[in-house]
């Protein structure tokens, strides 16, 4: 079975710029759709943004103009690059497909 793996997160002061990275430990070109979520403290998970197969992409409201998720299909490997963070990014971040989750990776955006 496929697995999932986050890095690339830590501390940032608001303003800054961070770049995530989903390792799955296979093939990713026929999982379909891949998803980052986050759960912020004390928060339920939500959603924030996905790409298909193809490319296609969708965010959240909140990671709209900011955020940018991509895939690169020969190294396995989805990222999420996140500019103009601000304190209510703060949460860890998770890899998502169907049913697959990683252990999440955690964004504290702090001055």
């Known amino acids: 079975q496929v697995q999932l793996v986050e890095s690339g997160g830590g501390l940032v002061q608001p303003g800054g710029s961070l770049t995530l990275s989903c390792a799955a430990s296979g093939s990713i070109v026929n999982l379909g759709f891949m998803k980052w979520f986050r759960q912020p403290p004390e928060k339920e998970r939500e959603f924030v943004a996905l790409?298909?197969?193809?490319?296609?992409?969708n965010y959240a409201d909140s990671a709209k103009g900011r955020f940018t998720i991509s895939r690169d299909n020969a190294k396995n490997t989805v990222y999420l690059q996140m500019n103009s963070l601000r304190p209510e990014d703060t949460a860890v971040y998770y890899c998502?497909?169907?049913?697959?989750w990683g252990k999440g990776t955690l964004v504290t955006v702090s001055s």
């Open positions: 790409i298909t197969a193809t490319g296609a992409t």
């Open positions: 998502n497909t169907a049913t697959l």
